[in-house]
């Protein structure tokens, strides 16, 4: 089965607010983890990623939270805008990497305005 | 320029037909891959392919088979093909194993 899986099928915030997507693993061999965004129609756009090594990485409007020890990874968009909306995928890479990424079911982000 | 280009965009095809997708990078990666997306958007690997070694998914049909002319293309050829082939076909490539992937747009192939 999986071992990469998000904890709501879809999330639905008021334009402005913060968003925090949330994703569950569970192969310790996981070392590298990335959050991609599929807009309709589209194919999956990297959006941020974080190696083992590190518990918290920054982008512009996000950020990727890291805690292995529960193996949980986590996406925070702040200031959520309405080009915002999407479906969210977490993935992860275990291992050297030689089977691909393994991807997650996707968070679909609905914004309100 | 698109990085990641995939043809056909649209695929409608009937049973038992054979068919064909072609995907080029032109980001210089050295691994290239393909991915079924279902109904439900569930992304599933279907081959990687790095440095002429391709690695498989066991749970993919040998109807499925990629072929790499070089390193910028990886087409993906299916025989015989069924109802539940339907789907949409994503190609991607990576700098190298453990890196991000960029995607292409997606084939949306319907078996009729």
């Known amino acids: 089965g999986e071992s990469v899986g998000l904890h709501l099928p879809t999330l639905s915030v008021q334009e402005g607010d913060n968003s925090i997507i949330n994703c569950a693993y569970s192969?310790?061999?996981?070392?590298?983890f990335i959050w991609y965004k599929q807009e309709s129609g589209k194919g999956p756009q990297f959006i941020i990623d974080?190696?083992?090594?590190?518990d918290k990485r920054q982008g512009q409007r996000v950020t990727v939270l890291l805690n292995k020890t529960v193996k949980h990874l986590s996406l925070q968009i702040a200031a959520t805008q309405p080009g915002d909306s999407a479906v969210y995928f977490c993935a992860e890479n275990r291992g050297g990497g030689a089977d691909g990424l393994t991807f997650g079911k996707g968070t679909h982000l609905i914004i309100q305005p | 320029d698109t990085a990641v280009s995939q043809t056909p965009k649209y695929l409608v095809t009937q049973m038992g037909n054979d068919k064909s997708i072609k995907c080029e990078q032109n980001?210089?990666?050295?691994?290239m891959y393909w991915y079924k997306q279902d109904s439900k958007k569930f992304l599933k690997i279907m081959f990687s392919y790095n440095n002429k070694e391709l690695i498989i998914n066991e749970t993919v049909p040998n109807r499925f088979s990629p072929k790499s002319p070089d390193k910028a293309h990886l087409n993906l050829h299916i025989n015989s093909l069924e109802l539940g082939d339907s789907a949409v076909y994503f190609c991607?490539?990576?700098?190298?194993?453990?890196?991000?992937?960029?995607f292409g747009s997606g084939t949306r192939l319907t078996v009729v």
């Open positions: 192969n310790s061999a996981s070392d590298y």
């Open positions: 974080i190696r083992s090594n590190m």
């Open positions: 991607a490539s990576s700098q190298a194993l453990n890196y991000g992937y960029t």
């Open positions: 980001l210089g990666h050295d691994t």
